[in-house]
């Protein structure tokens, strides 16, 4: 009955998050209050600010390489993604790591207003500091695992005969591949999987990254089952939605 009157889980977790950001807000302005940033707020204010230009995409790179990298064993460089994606993949972690320096901001604040609880200053900005590192670090690592379990969703619709959702602009299609030439055909490693449909991502240059979900069956690491291979020594086609099966007489060459 509780339960039901609360408006069930979703609205519990914005309630219990509007009643933890009070004490934080409350403690970030003891922290500033009558401060030497306060009274140089104008100036400080616009420099903090500026570092996220170049935060943002550092960070959104960082999480399209786990994602494709480093889960899928395929290089970042095989995506040709917008750079507006960049920032939307790194505003999660940026967004979680700003959350938790306000934390220890908001920490140090409250032990000001207490008057440094120990009587010593600089050992609680020396206890707060290594808090709030620490508490960034794990935020940025919750921020990544988003990466994660996208590589981890991809890689099952793969296996399940269906295009993968697409991560921040990097996307990939099933498709049926065919050697123009068998004997000429250089796949690393090899051998070309040509009987089932594999996931291609984008070409770079002359060459096309292919992701094989029947490879190496029960490995644990889903990048041993990336390749690569010359893009004009290969045909491709559309896989048949849901289909585990491809025919080769229909493929038809890169371009065509």
């Known amino acids: 009955m509780l339960f039901t009157a609360l408006g069930g889980v979703p609205e519990l977790w914005r309630v219990g998050l509007a009643l933890c950001g009070l004490p934080v807000l ?17 100036a400080l204010v ?8 170049w935060v943002l995409p ?3 790179r960082l999480a399209q390489g786990v994602y494709l990298t480093v889960c899928l064993g395929i ?17 999660k972690p940026a967004g979680l790591c700003v959350i938790a320096a306000l934390c220890g901001l908001a920490a140090l604040g409250w032990a000001r207003h207490f008057y440094w609880f120990t009587g010593s200053k600089s ?24 990466a994660t379990t996208a590589a981890q969703r991809t890689a099952a619709q793969a296996a399940g005969g269906h ?10 299609r ?7 030439d068998e004997a000429k055909t250089a796949v690393q490693p090899g051998p070309l999987p040509t009987g089932h449909p594999i996931l ?21 690491n889903p990048a041993e089952k990336a390749l690569r291979v010359r893009t004009d020594q290969i045909a491709t086609r559309p896989a048949e939605r849901g289909t585990h099966t491809c025919s080769r007489a229909r493929a038809v060459a890169p371009g065509s």
């Open 75 to 91: 290089p970042l460089s095989a995506a040709n993604v917008d750079p507006l994606w960049m920032y939307l993949a790194g505003m």
């Open 123 to 146: 050992y609680c900005i020396a206890t707060v500091g290594t808090l709030t590192v620490m508490m960034m670090t794990a935020a940025l690592i919750l921020g990544l695992s988003s």
């Open 163 to 172: 295009d993968p959702s697409a991560f921040f602009g990097i996307s990939a």
């Open 26 to 42: 409350r403690g970030c302005v003891y922290a500033v209050r009558q401060s030497w940033f306060s009274r140089n707020a104008a």
């Open 174 to 180: 099933l498709v049926c591949v065919s050697p123009l």
């Open 58 to 60: 550092w960070m959104g």
């Open 200 to 220: 291609a991502f984008d070409v770079t240059g002359d060459e096309t990254w292919l992701w094989d979900p029947q490879r190496a069956k029960g490995t644990a």
């Open 46 to 53: 616009p420099i903090a600010v500026l570092p996220l230009a």
